[in-house]
């Protein structure tokens, strides 16, 4: 058995900007174990420009990005295995993992990092009913083909869900001759950046229709049409007599992210219904002592700055962990109320004047909102802003004057 | 000239090859499809009926039950899964426990053994998450669940290693009478064969007619399904059935080997008889029929939806045995439900009718029952893993994250794929791609190792052979 200060599991950005704070932080034995032939995860496959304008003030495409991370990584005495996959990990901080070189591993840490990433939704999840052809894709992988094996999927293409993945990949199969026809979007909004759909969609005449889904999937060996429909906005059931046919050799599906987190909930760690990720506190610790958590397992993240930040905090406070030094206090939970749908930490060792930064989205668009935060029937802060919509992350940095009740986020139209 | 050609490699049509490949006989198949289990056998419900409820005195009813005593020991031969979770039939009213006494009687008839009448209690004991209203059920601890899929590719290996030949993509076009047989046009090549099995499936009436046989009709009628993640998968943990009510014969709520749950199926009548999509009214009422037996059912955590298509003959039996229209063909056709478990049934009865017909059979020395099958990798401890790897580091290099399947276990599925591999032919032998992602994340990379290992162009591959082609072509960057 080997052992570890602390093991990471996952080598994309969060992985790796995490045992960067724990080597900065004073851990000694640091192991990152990544599945992949290499690291920096899902930004390996993002040769598009948008990454880093707020980590390091400048734009850079994914692989740059993780670039500046990975050259860190030579100064710092920090063990990498790549093709290294973790299958397990137990309630004792054993974790079990299979490579080719290295055989069957086992590791027992003194804390652990999780930064598995997330997984893209798949049709099965949509239960889009019709046949199962070929040339149904999760944009993702469609993105992999095209960007790092130069596979082109389809030549007609039809995207379902407007994400930031969907949006560059209408792009992306555009620039490749393809001809896109619509992005299809369930809600009233689309849930990827602004900036993505002025510079993929407008700039590339491809239309977005919102309210509208793809009911029925056609032809029998390659995909040869969809059904769409639009649907009500309240019950989001789709209204008869809307459909329409839309010929198509490819259906991309962008269509929402699932943090991996099979791991976790083998180990036993409390899951946040709606984030799908782990229920941390301020230090990003989950429900298992030494068990951190960071990135796209924990929630979902627009931009890759905000993953960085968290990692760091979450490597930090496991090489912290490992020596002993646990920070402590009373616990107190923090809430999503109003609009607002989910908040990270959802718990805070209240400690007297410690400022904590608060991540959460909104369930809806509002535009203005107004955030309140909310504690012992006080109000800590309140803020208005333009607008807030579900595609956005939003924060907000509250300073604990001191040991508070239960922490409360409300966002209302004004 | 071979001794006897199998029409049709599903389930019914590879048992038969592999019974025959018991006797010193020269046999093929010709399926029209790139693989086996290209039709009813890949999609169904996969469950080892009791046979209580086929009509006493029918075909269906003999070769369930018999079907059902032999399939132990055939899952032993060929390393098949096979969970006997035994299957309960609810009754959610009096009226219904009526019908649940009748199926008893009739199990009793056609000899299905220890079938008890269960009550509410009893149920609740069994499964959690019951619906309240259940008053009481047939239990059947004979029934079971298999692989179906599974099943069939098992059943093709261990005949082919026996000696059978199997032509895919060649479907039985015309036959024509020839000197002590018939020869056979497959499209690409001729054939010819002393005698013929007809295990065609929903196309065995168009084969049995090319024969002089039209004794019999078949008809489409679909079963669609809704397939849920392992992980929410507690709700199904035996078979449940529910007892033919007013409402219809109603939708099952059942397990898989491989630990999913899945419900279903509906009952459509079709006339196309290659029409497998799924309609859209089928979730909600799949999902309304099958929340009578378990109220709360995950469906957030469902993965897939699949639909498969019985082959019903008119009249309603199997048809099983020599035509009386023709004395070289054997008919092994209208294998509708229960048509998985009386497959090695209807196999011995085949080989039985062809001896009939003239066919000599005699065993030889040599064949072998057993295909040895390596341990999958999901399934192995700790130990058995670390000796893996040590033997075949392809064992550490993990493919299909979902279903923990390597690339070791790929690489035999790509070499054990008849012609081309498909995607979907590799996915049913080594299961990557079958799990909560459905293929998102190794559907690439199972594409790159068949290129490799076959030395194929990736733009080449397909999902399921035809046309289903996954790729149209190479980006722009790679054309300069
Ligand atoms: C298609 C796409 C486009 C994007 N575009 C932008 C953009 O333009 N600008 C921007 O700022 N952000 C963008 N993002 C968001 C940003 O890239 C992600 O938020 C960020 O990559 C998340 O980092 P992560 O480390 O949490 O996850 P990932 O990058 O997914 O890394 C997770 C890593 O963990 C590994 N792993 C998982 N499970 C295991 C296991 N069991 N054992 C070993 N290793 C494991 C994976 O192989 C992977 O390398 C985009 C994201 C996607 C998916
Ligand atoms: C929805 C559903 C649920 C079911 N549930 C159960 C269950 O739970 N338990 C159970 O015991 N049974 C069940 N069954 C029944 C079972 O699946 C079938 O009885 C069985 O799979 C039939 O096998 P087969 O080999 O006859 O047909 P198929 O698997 O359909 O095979 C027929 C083959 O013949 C080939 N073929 C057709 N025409 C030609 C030609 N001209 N030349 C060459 N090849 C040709 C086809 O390509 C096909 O591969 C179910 C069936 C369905 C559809």
């Known amino acids: ?414 | 000239m071979f001794d006897v050609l199998v029409i049709g490699a599903g389930v019914v049509g590879c048992a038969v090859a592999r019974e025959l490949s018991r006797y010193a006989l020269r046999v093929a198949v010709a399926e029209a499809g790139p693989d086996v289990a290209c039709g009813a056998s890949k999609a169904n419900s996969a469950i080892v009926h009791a046979g209580y409820d086929c009509e006493p005195g029918t075909n269906m009813a003999r070769l369930n039950v018999r079907g059902n005593a032999m399939f132990g020991a055939l899952c032993e031969e060929l390393a098949v899964p096979l969970k006997r979770t035994g299957s309960l039939v609810l009754a959610f009213s009096d009226e219904e426990m009526e019908s649940v006494r009748r199926l008893y009687e009739s199990g009793l008839k056609n000899g299905v053994p220890g079938l008890k009448i269960l009550d509410a209690e009893a149920c609740h004991a069994m499964q959690e998450g019951l619906n309240p209203e259940v008053k009481g059920a047939l239990y059947a601890p004979t029934g079971g669940i298999t692989s179906p899929y599974e099943l069939t590719i098992a059943l093709f290996e261990n005949a082919r290693q026996n000696g059978t030949e199997f032509f895919f993509e060649s479907p039985v076009l015309a036959a024509r009478a020839i000197e002590g047989g018939y020869e056979l046009d497959l499209g690409q090549k001729m054939l010819q064969a002393r005698y013929v099995v007809n295990a065609a499936g929903l196309y065995a009436d168009q084969i049995s007619a090319l024969f002089g046989d039209k004794c019999f009709k078949i008809h489409a009628r679909k079963g669609e399904y809704i397939l849920f993640d392992r992980a929410v998968s507690g709700f199904a943990k035996t078979v449940l059935f529910q007892a033919p009510g007013p409402l219809g014969k109603g939708v099952l709520v059942a397990p898989t080997v491989h630990g999913n749950a899945y419900i279903g199926p509906t009952a459509v009548e079709q006339a196309d008889k290659s029409d497998t999509s799924v309609r859209r009214e089928a979730i909600d009422e799949l999902s309304k029929a099958a929340s009578r037996s378990v109220p709360t059912l995950p469906l957030r955590g469902a993965i897939t939806l699949f639909a498969g298509l019985r082959a019903m003959p008119e009249p309603h039996d199997f048809i099983v045995g020599l035509s009386p229209k023709n004395p070289r063909l054997v008919q092994a056709a209208g294998i509708c439900s229960p048509g998985l478990t009386s497959a090695p049934a209807i196999a011995e009865e085949v080989a039985k009718a062809l001896s009939l017909a003239g066919l000599d059979l005699e065993e030889k020395t040599g064949f072998d029952p057993i295909r040895r099958e390596e341990k999958a990798f999901r399934e192995m401890n700790g130990d058995e893993r670390a000796a893996a790897i040590a033997f075949d580091p392809a064992y550490g290099r993990i493919i299909c994250r979902c279903e923990t399947v390597p690339e070791a276990e790929i690489l035999r599925a790509i070499r054990a794929t008849p012609g081309v591999p498909t995607l979907d032919g590799v996915k049913r032998r080594a299961r990557a791609g079958m799990g909560r992602c459905q293929g998102g994340f190794c559907s690439s990379r199972v594409l790159e190792l068949i290129a490799r290992e076959r030395n194929i162009p990736m733009e080449e591959l397909t999902k399921s052979g035809g046309r289903s082609k996954l790729l149209v072509g190479r980006t722009r960057e790679d054309d300069e």
């Open chain 1, 1 to 414: 058995m080997k052992s570890a200060e602390v093991a990471v599991i996952g080598g994309g950005p969060a992985g790796l900007a995490a045992a960067l704070a724990a080597y900065e932080a004073g851990a000694k034995e640091i192991l990152i174990l990544e599945r992949d032939a290499k690291l920096g995860g899902i930004l390996q496959q993002c040769i598009h420009n948008g990454f880093g304008l707020h980590y390091f003030k400048q734009e850079l495409t994914g692989p740059e990005y993780a670039a500046r991370f990975e050259e860190r990584l030579l100064g710092a005495s920090i063990e990498v295995l790549t093709e290294t996959m973790v299958l397990e990990l137990s309630k004792d901080l054993t974790v079990t993992a299979v490579s080719a070189k290295e055989g069957y591993l086992q590791i027992q840490a003194k804390a652990v990092v999780l930064a598995m990433g997330c997984r893209e939704r798949s049709r099965g999840a949509l239960l889009i009913p019709g046949t199962r052809p070929a040339g149904v894709y999760t944009a993702g992988l469609a993105q992999r083909l095209v960007n790092m094996e130069g596979l082109l999927p389809g030549k007609e293409v039809v995207i379902l869900g407007s994400g930031d993945i969907g949006l560059i990949m209408a792009r992306r199969m555009s620039w490749e001759g393809a001809k896109v026809k619509m992005v299809c979007e369930l809600m009233p909004y689309s849930s990827g950046l602004s900036r993505n759909i002025v510079q993929c969609l407008q700039d590339n005449e491809i239309p977005l229709h919102f309210n509208t889904t793809v009911v029925e999937i056609h032809g029998k060996e390659r995909l040869e049409g969809v059904t769409i429909a639009r649907v009500d906005e309240k019950t989001k059931k789709p209204i008869v007599g809307s459909e329409k046919f839309v010929p198509c050799d490819t259906l991309l599906l962008s269509v929402g992210l699932i943090p991996e987190n099979e791991l976790s909930l083998q180990a036993g760690i409390e899951i946040d219904p709606v984030t799908g990720g782990a229920r941390v506190s301020q230090e990003r610790q989950t429900s298992l002592p030494g068990v951190f958590a960071c990135g796209n397992v924990l929630h979902v993240h627009d931009l890759v700055d905000n993953v960085s930040e968290e990692a760091e905090i979450a490597g930090a406070a496991a090489a912290r962990f490992a020596k002993g030094q646990g920070k402590q206090g009373r616990e107190i939970p923090v809430r999503a109320a109003g609009g607002v749908r989910y908040v990270v930490p959802q718990r805070v060792f209240a400690r007297e004047g410690e400022e904590l930064t608060f991540y959460f989205r909104v369930g809806a668009a509002y535009r203005p909102a107004k955030l309140s935060v909310l504690s012992g029937g006080k109000q800590l802060l309140s803020r208005q802003k333009a607008i807030m919509t579900p595609g956005e992350m939003e924060s907000v940095r509250v300073k604990l004057s001191k040991p508070v009740d239960e922490i409360i986020l409300i966002v209302e139209n004004t």
